[in-house]
């Protein structure tokens, strides 16, 4: 297990992408309840959350900033990602712990093989839509889901408890960022990983403050617990939970 002197830390955000099947295991949502809503996945990467949910016949969209890319070479960066993540936990098997790296790592290839052929094919039916926290291209109360996983809380800077070797998404960011999803949001936002990523995991210090940001703005805001395996050993200390914000 990683303590300080190991932690995995990245210079920029990954692109970096998950299959619909860790979607619903990090969130902690039902298949059959995404059914009939209009969803909104930002940050959404190069993982295969809306070609599975569109071959599902669910509504869904995903926004990104790299999605003004060129198939190919957004694919290349997605492949290159994985591998340098991969890289950084050979040299230092410590940083992150999985129950299975090889099915970790597999499921992020394989995802990043549906991505790119659904990305191709639908760029341009606006199921892919370019775009950036903290302003995104929606308006108001346009989606009944708003997901957004492994962008907030993971990317605060390494003393926030995050693993982003710079500042740039700072507390203010978070703020304005969930202050952004809540406007375009018309039910219920989810946000995953509401821990630290170092050793031991722990409440992450923006949580409360983002929580307490939605309850003014409106929102129910819970906590619920995630079994999804992000390499933390966050579920065994109990700290693994998705924010679950909903407008009453
Ligand atoms: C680690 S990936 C997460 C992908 C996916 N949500 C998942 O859980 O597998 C982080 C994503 O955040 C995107 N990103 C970077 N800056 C962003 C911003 N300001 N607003 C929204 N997304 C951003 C990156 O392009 C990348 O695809």
Wanted: charged share 25%; aromatic share 10%.
């Amino acid at each position: 297990m990683n303590d300080g002197s190991s932690r995995f830390q990245l210079q920029s955000v990954a692109f970096f992408g998950r299959t619909l099947a860790e979607y619903l295991q990090m969130l902690a949502l039902d298949q059959e309840g995404l059914r009939g809503l209009k969803i909104l996945d930002v940050a959404s990467g190069p993982g295969s959350f809306i070609a599975e949910a569109l071959a599902m016949g669910l509504d869904a969209t995903g926004c990104d900033p790299m999605y003004n890319g060129d198939p190919e070479a957004i694919v290349a960066q997605g492949k290159a990602d994985i591998d340098a993540c991969r890289e950084q936990i050979r040299r230092n098997p410590g940083a992150l712990v999985y129950a299975d790296i090889e099915a970790f790592y597999g499921d992020k290839y394989a995802a990043l093989e549906r991505f790119a052929a659904d990305y191709a094919k639908r760029r341009c039916d606006g199921r892919y839509i370019a775009g950036a926290l903290p302003s995104l291209p929606f308006a108001d109360g346009s989606f009944d889901l708003v997901l957004t996983a492994n962008f907030l809380m993971v990317y605060a800077p390494l003393e926030a408890g995050g693993m982003h070797a710079g500042d740039s998404f700072g507390l203010d960011f978070h703020l304005r960022s969930v202050e952004e999803l809540a406007r375009v949001t018309r039910k219920e936002l989810r946000v995953p990983g509401m821990h630290t990523w170092k050793q031991p995991p722990e409440r992450h210090p923006y949580c409360r403050p983002m929580m307490e940001r939605l309850e003014e703005l409106g929102f129910a805001v819970t906590l619920l617990a995630s079994r999804y395996d992000d390499g933390c050993n966050a579920t065994d200390s109990g700290c693994n939970q998705v924010l679950v914000a909903r407008r009453p």
